[in-house]
């Protein structure tokens, strides 16, 4: 990729990793990377009464693999909601929630966003998963494999034996092109496909291996700890969307507490889609908010960080996890009319996709749609908080700009409470917050926090050396007052300029080509000894409960045409 | 010196065994082991059926001129189609796509002839499905309506269903109920626990009274679609005791009257089967990667078939973009991959077909090659040539190369992309 010099001028540049904070600041740019010099014939960018920002990092947004395909397939009108014909530069787009690959490409990059992490994929669909990264242009990527209902782990966990546990882990990163441990619902999707029914609580036991949540949960994230992989655990916590399951995903966290973070951080747990676990149970057993108690925890164990899963009312969308009881349990609870797929896979995981819209005029979705934005403003440090709406399943992306309007805004919350049902004044605590985040606090949760929390050194800010993913905003901090104005926040959040690697991506708020992203990926066994004595048992387990071979497992280097290996860094 | 070839992956069904073992002696394959009597007939008899020449107007012609002119055809044509993709890769289907945008063509694929009814029936109510493994694991009951699996599938039973030893059945056959429901008595239909022969054309009824029977309703007759109820009781029993059940369904429920509704009452009775017990439903996809080409498509156009580019974004319309339905009405030219519409399509389809102009890309000469102004031979994948591929429950596979292919044959893809940079050319 040519990326030429330049340097972009006169911006508000705000750069909270390097503790910018709204500074008139000039941005030089060489060889795709950031410097601090550049040749004097170097492009000048005029950058002046507009924000400027590192690239957003998206940190889970369900992007690529069979179930958002086939998301789209029960989502037929999907593609009739949005489409923009093919021009010279770009092909068409078309699809709203669930979007082509290219089309959700295209988007990100609007929206400022240059990172894009798929957090979901069942090991055995790898292929599927990378094929249609591979149509998903410009955004860097990676995916978490699922690791919390796999056979071989329970085996390694019911023995105990955590070196066992980190050579597989490590193979199954290489062998999928994997970057971290995602857990979903530990032991509930094997519950389902196997004994239809799930886990209620951490304590539980699986019958065929006599293990527990708890203790997936603590195997994984000790062996992610002294594996050092680059980020910690990403946990979809059991008992989703049930009434009262803050208890739970307490008790989720609290497995963790004593686990060591490896050196290279403080966290040991990422809790993801925070809102999807944390409803309360009031004395009539019906839904209320359950932000305050796990804000509290939050904010007094720093070992865990989280996003948000911002739910968006009245936008027709769609759930999709590898939580396979949690989609069966929406799909009756939504009625006979809900359309549902289920999808387990072999030896591995489960899943499943219901569409969905979240009706402001429900009271139960109406309070879905306070906890977000109410644990968000609960939340001390930003940067342990990200903002998702777990795209598609909370809503799509695209509304990040109004997400942001609440967060910033008393004034646009208050709007909104006034238009969605009367329970969320009740029922939550969102019409006392007064917080009002500031553009700092919503560049870390968007940007720099969670580059930090997924170990992208290069990403999230804007030091010299960072890759060059700069994204322009056309609003003036100084003449726009974001409280007052909310409604400029929600029009002035998709970018003016978007620089990626160095090159023009979107020009006065079009884009202009399109480019490949990277592939982030582990690539490397664990200790010699110990893979080769994993190897042995694993090779038995595939003869024994997969369909297909061994041989079969691992995907080509043809699936990630641009990789970027990141090293583990195993601590002894 | 045989160089011996482990875990190549079988390109000719739905099932994609991935463990057969080809032995290879001078370029030429002459052994299969693992390999079922087709997979055997398709590795061992490849370089049978013909020279790959390329074709213009039947006469002999060099690869630049027949892409040259298979461009100039998608180019001049006012509504293009391109079809076929069921026998080729991802990466050939995914260049497909584009090329179909770049020339607004109409795009469609072998299953609106097989199991689009599946696809639509799923945008009506969903799909609940699982991997052949977790069959092989723990299904105890398996029914098979509308399939022949022992002809048209023939390692099915022992690699993912009735036959094989998995974690819940590690005794195999044994643990297991098998139920066949068919119009006929097939090599199939002998080897379950009971089989169930139904007059043709009436599996939708049978569907409506087994839901009727589960919700517990009684039923006025005796007899239904020439089925005793009793025996449909015993099913409903068999389902409701059984920890895991699964139905797999072929043509005989896709494309029997009522078509897409047989595949809804289908899915629905599977959905209410869950107020029991596990159940689950998985169709049995013919081409080995039909299944890839509903998949490719929808992740590019967000419909699995019958798509429209003419507009320069995809549009959606069984019936009216579908292949059959465009050759026969309105398509002034085609460009069909991996396939073969004039053995298969209905009359009027393929009398259209010889009065425009066609072209075709396929290993093999055809009987779409004897209409064809442009046939352009290509490599065959999993045997010539690598690429992704889809197996009937959606797990991707890479299939292999074992032997070189002749001299200036070009994989699918690659031949595409050459059509494309014409194509390029021409509208520049």
């Known amino acids: 990729m040519m990326a030429e010099s330049m340097i972009i001028k006169g911006g508000?540049?705000?750069?909270?990793?390097?503790?910018?904070?709204?500074?008139?600041?000039?941005?030089?740019?060489?060889?795709?990377?950031?410097?601090?010099?550049?040749?004097?014939?170097?492009?000048?960018?005029?950058?002046?009464?507009?924000?400027?920002?590192?690239?957003?990092?998206?940190?889970?947004?369900?992007?690529?693999?069979?179930?958002?395909?086939?998301?789209?397939?029960?989502?037929?009108?999907?593609?009739?909601?949005?489409?923009?014909?093919?021009?010279?530069?770009?092909?068409?787009?078309?699809?709203?929630?669930?979007?082509?690959?290219?089309?959700?490409?295209?988007?990100?990059?609007?929206?400022?966003?240059?990172?894009?992490?798929?957090?979901?994929?069942?090991?055995?669909?790898?292929?599927?998963?990378?094929?249609?990264?591979?149509?998903?242009?410009?955004?860097?990527?990676?995916?978490?494999?699922?690791?919390?209902?796999?056979?071989?782990?329970?085996?390694?966990?019911?023995?105990?034996?955590?070196?066992?546990?980190?050579?597989?882990?490590?193979?199954?990163?290489?062998?999928?092109?994997?970057?971290?441990?995602?857990?979903?619902?530990?032991?509930?999707?094997?519950?389902?496909?196997?004994?239809?029914?799930?886990?209620?609580?951490?304590?539980?036991?699986?019958?065929?291996?006599?293990?527990?949540?708890?203790?997936?949960?603590?195997?994984?994230?000790?062996?992610?700890?002294?594996?050092?992989?680059?980020?910690?655990?990403?946990?979809?916590?059991?008992?989703?969307?049930?009434?009262?399951?803050?208890?739970?995903?307490?008790?989720?966290?609290?497995?963790?507490?004593?686990?060591?973070?490896?050196?290279?951080?403080?966290?040991?747990?990422?809790?993801?889609?925070?809102?999807?676990?944390?409803?309360?149970?009031?004395?009539?057993?019906?839904?209320?908010?359950?932000?305050?108690?796990?804000?509290?925890?939050?904010?007094?164990?720093?070992?865990?960080?989280?996003?948000?899963?911002?739910?968006?009312?009245?936008?027709?969308?769609?759930?999709?996890?590898?939580?396979?009881?949690?989609?069966?349990?929406?799909?009756?609870?939504?009625?006979?009319?809900?359309?549902?797929?289920?999808?387990?896979?072999?030896?591995?995981?489960?899943?499943?996709?219901?569409?969905?819209?979240?009706?402001?005029?429900?009271?139960?979705?109406?309070?879905?749609?306070?906890?977000?934005?109410?644990?968000?403003?609960?939340?001390?440090?930003?940067?342990?908080?990200?903002?998702?709406?777990?795209?598609?399943?909370?809503?799509?992306?695209?509304?990040?700009?109004?997400?942001?309007?609440?967060?910033?805004?008393?004034?646009?919350?208050?709007?909104?409470?006034?238009?969605?049902?009367?329970?969320?004044?009740?029922?939550?605590?969102?019409?006392?917050?007064?917080?009002?985040?500031?553009?700092?606090?919503?560049?870390?949760?968007?940007?720099?926090?969670?580059?930090?929390?997924?170990?992208?050194?290069?990403?999230?800010?804007?030091g010299e050396g960072a890759h060059a993913d700069v994204a322009i905003y056309p609003i003036d901090p100084e003449k726009v007052d974001m409280a007052n104005q909310p409604e400029e926040i929600e029009k002035k959040l998709w970018a003016d300029m978007v620089i990626k690697d160095g090159k023009f991506l979107v020009k006065n708020g079009k884009t202009i080509t399109t480019e490949r992203g990277r592939t982030y990926l582990i690539n490397q066994y664990y200790k010699d000894e110990e893979h080769k004595r994993m190897l042995k048992d694993l090779k038995e387990h595939f003869q024994k409960w997969y369909s297909i071979t061994f041989n079969n497992y691992r995907i080509q280097d043809v699936f990630a045409p641009r990789p970027q290996t990141v090293s583990i860094n195993p601590i002894s | 010196m045989v160089e011996v070839y482990k875990d190549v992956v079988c390109t000719f069904c739905g099932c994609l065994c991935d463990d057969i073992e080809i032995h290879v002696e001078d370029n030429k394959i002459v052994k299969a082991v693992n390999s079922c009597a087709i997979s055997r007939a398709k590795f061992l008899g490849h370089e049978s059926n013909g020279e790959r020449q390329v074709l213009i107007d039947g006469k002999e012609a060099s690869l630049d001129e027949a892409i040259k002119k298979a461009a100039e055809i998608l180019v001049n044509a006012e509504n293009p189609l391109i079809y076929g993709l069921a026998s080729t890769s991802n990466e050939a289907i995914r260049k497909s796509m584009e090329l179909a945008e770049k020339v607004g063509a109409k795009i469609d694929n072998t299953s609106s002839v097989c199991h689009a009814p599946t696809l639509l029936a799923t945008q009506f109510v969903g799909d609940p499905k699982c991997t052949l493994g977790v069959i092989k694991n723990r299904a105890d009951l398996i029914i098979f309506w509308g399939c022949n699996p022992t002809q048209a599938h023939p390692r099915h039973f022992e690699r993912y269903s009735s036959n094989v030893k998995g974690y819940f059945t590690q005794n195999g056959r044994e643990d297991k109920k098998v139920v066949f429901i068919d119009v006929r008595e097939t090599r199939s239909t002998s080897k379950g626990d009971l089989f169930l022969k139904i007059e043709p054309g009436r599996d939708f009824e049978l569907m409506l009274a087994l839901r009727a029977l589960l919700r517990g309703k009684k039923l006025q007759k005796d007899v239904v679609a020439g089925v005793k109820v009793e025996d449909l009781e015993k099913i409903i029993d068999m389902c409701k005791n059984a920890k895991f059940g699964v139905i797999f369904f072929g043509l005989g429920l896709t494309m029997s009257r009522g078509k897409y509704l047989n595949i809804e009452c289908a899915i629905s009775f599977t959905r209410e089967l869950n107020n029991h017990t596990s159940f689950l439903i998985i169709p049995m996809r013919g081409h080995y990667n039909v299944t890839g080409a509903n998949s490719v498509m929808t992740w590019i156009s967000g419909y699995g078939y019958a798509v429209d580019y003419s507009r320069g974004y995809p549009r959606y319309s069984p019936g009216e973009f579908s292949a059959v339905d465009a050759l026969a009405e309105y398509c002034d030219a085609a460009l069909i991959i991996a396939s073969d519409p004039v053995a298969h399509f209905p009359k009027n389809a393929v009398k259209r077909m010889g009065d425009m102009p066609v072209v075709l890309i396929d290993p093999k000469p055809n009987c779409t090659s004897i209409v064809a102004n442009v046939y352009i031979p290509s490599l065959s994948v999993g045997i010539e040539t690598e690429g992704t591929a889809y197996r009937m429950d959606g797990v991707p596979l890479y299939t292999r190369k074992v032997v070189n292919g002749p001299d200036g044959v070009l994989s699918d893809e690659e031949i595409l992309e050459r059509i494309m940079e014409e194509v390029d050319k021409l509208q520049r």
């Open chain 1, 12 to 462: 508000i540049v705000y750069d909270p990793l390097n503790g910018v904070k709204g500074e008139k600041t000039d941005i030089m740019i060489k060889d795709g990377v950031i410097v601090s010099e550049v040749p004097s014939d170097a492009k000048e960018v005029d950058a002046s009464g507009k924000i400027v920002a590192p690239g957003g990092v998206e940190m889970h947004a369900h992007v690529a693999g069979p179930k958002v395909n086939a998301g789209r397939t029960l989502l037929p009108g999907d593609f009739r909601r949005y489409y923009v014909p093919k021009t010279d530069s770009l092909r068409a787009l078309v699809g709203y929630a669930v979007p082509t690959n290219y089309t959700t490409g295209v988007k990100y990059t609007e929206l400022g966003f240059t990172t894009v992490f798929e957090p979901a994929m069942a090991p055995l669909d790898a292929r599927h998963t990378f094929e249609e990264l591979e149509d998903m242009p410009n955004a860097d990527k990676a995916v978490f494999p699922v690791f919390g209902n796999n056979w071989f782990v329970f085996d390694c966990v019911k023995d105990n034996d955590i070196e066992k546990l980190k050579a597989f882990i490590a193979w199954m990163m290489t062998e999928t092109k994997g970057y971290g441990i995602k857990i979903v619902n530990p032991c509930g999707a094997y519950m389902w496909a196997h004994h239809h029914s799930n886990v209620t609580s951490v304590d539980d036991v699986v019958p065929e291996y006599d293990v527990t949540p708890r203790q997936v949960l603590r195997g994984l994230a000790q062996a992610n700890e002294e594996l050092g992989l680059p980020h910690t655990i990403h946990v979809h916590a059991n008992m989703l969307g049930r009434v009262g399951n803050v208890s739970t995903t307490l008790d989720t966290l609290k497995c963790v507490e004593d686990i060591k973070p490896h050196p290279s951080r403080e966290q040991v747990i990422h809790l993801t889609h925070l809102q999807f676990n944390c409803f309360g149970e009031d004395e009539n057993h019906r839904i209320c908010s359950g932000a305050e108690d796990l804000a509290e925890y939050i904010n007094s164990h720093p070992q865990v960080s989280a996003d948000l899963g911002q739910v968006i009312v009245d936008v027709p969308t769609c759930t999709m996890t590898s939580d396979g009881p949690a989609e069966f349990f929406i799909h009756k609870a939504l009625g006979p009319k809900a359309k549902w797929i289920n999808g387990d896979v072999e030896a591995e995981c489960g899943g499943g996709i219901v569409p969905i819209t979240y009706r402001s005029n429900n009271p139960f979705n109406a309070i879905q749609w306070a906890i977000g934005i109410e644990t968000c403003l609960l939340v001390k440090d930003p940067w342990r908080v990200v903002i998702t709406t777990d795209h598609p399943n909370g809503g799509p992306a695209w509304y990040y700009p109004r997400v942001i309007s609440w967060l910033m805004s008393k004034k646009a919350r208050d709007k909104m409470i006034e238009t969605v049902h009367k329970s969320v004044q009740d029922k939550t605590s969102l019409v006392n917050l007064e917080r009002e985040y500031t553009w700092e606090e919503i560049l870390i949760c968007t940007r720099a926090g969670p580059a930090k929390l997924l170990g992208l050194k290069s990403k999230g800010h804007l």
